[in-house]
């Protein structure tokens, strides 16, 4: 992708979430028992993918039926008759979040309504154990069970797989490789779960473990990650007891890692993709080889079939150097097969297909015609899109021969022809969200700053922004986005970027322009930035992303020059009053401290102290219209509450915990906006709304829809009462409206 700096990935769903997503206590405190849940409908704001698609699976058994995982926002079922992708995990909630990564699913071939995840995101100490679904009804509904072990989706090796096979001589027997825990197994369709004594690979704290598990007739094989290239990465079992070594298996750098395997029955051959990392980032060598499974001659024997030896050099002189990810066989055509090439990003990324064993090959990037109208922001604010980076989950359809998808670190383009692509995305949204602005006036009712891709002027809720990304320049990862109260026209935007790390509108976000200067540490530590309600004054604050903290800076000529401000707590978030052009605030999270300024940013004040303190998602707010009216969200430490600019607080009695708060259109008769709190009122944390100034809430989402971890930011519409925007953490923009 184009982050210059770290992706969403490695900082706001891995070590920043450690924080984030501490345990609730069970605590009850004095809160009002919530009202009944009002009828809301739940969607998606269409953006298109954005994410890691890091499997798909078509069901051997069954045209149309196919399924497809991510590493952050579980996974989806494809609907044929309406082309599209069905969530099947929205209704994992808070405490669960760290089961949206999907490490590895399966399909039972015999039972085409059965189908099985494996989840659970990450496998660090702070994080929880994995778990198993299991569905009667292709998803519709789960059985779950618990596992002692931790599994890691959105960790290295995420694209390797599949880890979890139904065992084709008993579909009541399933296999799971897990990361640091071995080979276990489960005869009773997944409900219970042992460890497999006897198998080769010896299971450490660190690494890949088993990297795949497939079967070629009623032979199962896995592979290993931990190998060092000389000793064996390859496994088998013919009896479902004793595994052995495949004999002969390659070995070298180049097929040092076990990446994926697909099997042709027709020709009784299993190929086998290498890299010498289980990426999908970190690789620089790969080959494929295929193996001869029957008993005939030849029986036993390995074959080179790699499409282009990495190594090389391009035509500007760049060394050519990647990996091999997917591969696929043709399950009506023997020795037809499709394979890919994963890190590859001086040459980029490309598929190649066979029809002779992997004899010869065609590179289906070469004479590819892309169609991303649909989804706009995959040219990344250049001219064309890219046929693909980060390409690991590849599939071929068992019945249509031209019909192949692979994925992206962004979408899921697909082929009907082997020519024209196009994004196979439509209901698949896998955005990590930062921020979300919904506009008192204009054409877009939200603008969104997201993980990876940026921001988006969203003219429609349901299609994907027209214009793209935004550019000039372009992001990777937001890390800030404000918008100035009185002049709605007028928007900022800071993050990620090779060309400049800042930039304004003034025309409501269409069209931006990078500030003409920017501080030098802006390009290694862009943070968040506020601008006054006027739009004459920007304050902007730096943080790297390993936790440095930096003087904030301020400017009064839309970023041609910029001042810094001492007295600004290092690394806080400003926030404009949006009634007063003078004022700014800034929650300290290092000390609990509230700090003020009426001299329009030139120097801050301590006003509250002895507030909540360390951690650096509590978040301060200010209620639209209002002069120095604040709420602050504490998280398990509840809502507190400032009318006097920041100089007091008050702790509110009607919730117990506040993640993030927003603010929406008022109800019919009311005179201050509606309030939208992800947090809690009694035991369970959930999304609510309160038309009383908080005095009172109603949860608002229901048992389906909870989106795993969804404390990042909240806003309601300020044209729309009820209407109410939800960021989650790899199901991208949810909005609600009532009915």
Partial sequence: MLTSGPSRRAVLAGTAAAAALTAVPAFQASAQAAPATPSYRWRQVVIGGTGFISGVLFHPSVRGLAYARTDIGGAYRWDDRSARWIPLNDDLGWDDWNLLGVEAMAVDPAHPDRVYLALGTYTQAWAGNGAVLRSEDRGATWARTDLAVKLGGNEDGRGTGERLLVDPRDSDTLWLGTRHDGLL????????????????????????????????????????????????????????????????????????????????????????????????????????????????????????????????????????????????????????????????????????????????????????????????????????????????????????????????????????DLKHWAPQIRGLEETSVRHLISPPTGQAHLLSGLGDVGVMYHERLTASPSRGMASNPAFGSATGLAQAAAKPSYVVRTGFGDHGNGAFSNDGGRTWAPFATQPALAKDAPGPIAVNTDGSVLLWTFVHWDGTKYPARRSTDNGAGWSEVPTFPKGATPVADPADPKRFYAYDTDTGTVHASTDGGLSFTAGATGLPSGDTQFELAAAPGRVGDLWLSAKWNGLYRSTDGGATFTKLTSCWASYTLGFGKAAEGADYPALYLVGSTESITAVYRSDDEAKTWVRINDDRHQWGWIGETISGDPRVHGRVYIATNGRGIQYGDPV
């Fill in 185 to 416: 197994k489960s005869t009773d369709r997944g409900a219970t779960w042992g460890a497999v004594s006897g198998f080769p690979g010896t299971p450490g704290a660190s690494g890949q473990g088993v990297t795949l598990l497939v079967a070629a007739g009623r032979t199962l094989y896995a592979g290993w990650g931990d190998s060092d290239g000389t000793t064996p990465n390859l496994f088998r079992t013919s009896d479902g007891t004793t595994w052995e070594a495949v004999p002969g298996q390659p070995s070298g750098i180049s097929a040092k890692v076990p990446i994926r395997a697909s099997y042709d029955c027709h020709t009784r051959e299993l190929y086998v993709t290498y890299a010498d990392a289980p990426g999908p980032n970190g690789q620089a060598d790969g080959s494929v080889h295929k193996l001869a499974t029957g008993k005939g001659k030849g029986s036993g024997t390995w074959t080179d079939v790699t499409p282009v030896k990495p190594g090389g050099t391009t035509s500007d002189g760049s060394a050519d150097t990647f990996g091999y990810g997917g591969v696929s066989v043709d399950a009506r055509r023997p020795g037809t097969l499709v394979v890919s090439t994963n890190d590859r990003w001086a040459a980029g990324d490309t598929v190649y297909r066979s029809t002779n064993g992997g004899r010869t090959w065609t590179s289906l990037k070469d004479s590819a015609v892309l169609d991303v109208s649909e989804t706009p922001f995959l040219t990344f604010g250049a001219d064309k899109p890219k046929f693909g980076w980060w390409i690991q989950a590849l599939a071929l359809d068992p019945y249509d021969s031209k019909h192949i998808v692979h994925g992206t670190g962004a979408t899921l383009y697909g082929t009907r």
